[in-house]
């Protein structure tokens, strides 16, 4: 069984009882993502030419209350370090 999330930067499938490393982030004001609370959206990173896929966290989340919009989840503390950098040169990140 997998976790039906897929690592945001190798894309591999996570199983379900992988830890799941999440990296929250906030998104450009930009960036409309109201209507799309609870789905994984692909983020198009400019610098890389490539997508990375987050969750864009619920209303009533602990990540929202702490002022985060989204979650890029990773399979490994590689993948999540990688996803860091990419992203946050881009997204701002805490
Ligand atoms: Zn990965």
Redesign the pocket.
């Known amino acids: 069984m997998d976790s039906g999330f897929k690592?945001g930067?190798?894309a591999?499938e996570i199983p379900e009882d992988a830890e799941l490393l999440g990296i929250p982030a906030k998104a450009r004001a930009d960036i409309d993502i109201t209507e799309m609370e609870g789905q994984v959206i692909d983020v198009f990173l400019t610098l890389r030419e490539r997508n990375v896929q987050a969750l864009v966290v619920a209303k009533d989340s602990p990540a929202k209350r702490e002022g985060n919009d989204l979650l890029f989840v990773?399979?490994?503390e590689s993948?999540a370090e990688a996803l860091k950098q990419a992203v946050g040169r881009e997204i701002e990140l805490d």
Do not use: F, G, L
């Open positions: 690592c930067w190798c591999d990773a399979c490994s993948c």
